[in-house]
């Protein structure tokens, strides 16, 4: 069942398989910014390209995607940075449903003066945390780039139940006649609601 789940395929990284935005040679552009955007695919390497309001305003920048988050509403897709594993969102996502192309800004619930811009580090230091099981990341001084690590990519099984290896263990030992209440792994579905929400938020 975890496998089927969302939670499984929550981050992963660009194939044929498990991207979903339309890559085919798509433009969306962004009225908001005048910045227009070009996708495009050649097998498991997916592109884009972001060219700017007035050609005066500089040249097209294109990066790979090296990464992508979401997979039941939309995706978001990850572009590296110079050095390290810092990455970068890129401020167009993809709405899985209505099979479109939409500004970041308007699926992001974000102060009205905040910065749009790439959000270099925002999977480092906040995203991980939740759409990867056991992420980490440390910040490298002074060239302030990110060395992040993650056990998974994806929600997996020890981010809402807890470390498993006692579990696992005490399982072969004893299998189904171990009492639930002596199993070490944590069950939502047994906490307070108050909890559980706590556990998943």
Known sequence: TWYDSYHRTMTQVPTKE????DFEDADFKNNAT????????????????????DAEDGNP????IALMTGSHHMQAYWVPGKMGRTLSL???????????WVPRTSVFLQPPS???GL????????????HATAGESRRV?????????VAEFGISCEACHGPGGEHVELRKKFGVKLP???????????????????VCG
Not at 18 to 21: D, L, M
Not at 61 to 64: D, F
């Open 18 to 21: 498990t991207v979903f935005g």
């Open 34 to 53: 005048g910045h227009s955007f070009r996708m495009s695919c050649d097998g498991d390497d997916f592109r884009i390209t972001m060219f700017p309001p």
């Open 61 to 64: 920048i294109s990066w790979p």
């Open 90 to 100: 890129l401020p167009v996502m993809f709405l899985k449903q209505e099979q479109k």
């Open 114 to 116: 905040k910065h749009h």
């Open 119 to 130: 959000e270099a580090g925002r999977w480092n230091e906040g995203c991980i945390r939740c």
């Open 141 to 149: 001084e002074p060239f302030s780039y990110h060395d992040s690590t």
């Open 180 to 198: 639930a209440d002596k199993d070490p792994i944590v069950n939502p579905i047994d906490l307070s609601h108050e909890r559980s929400s706590q």
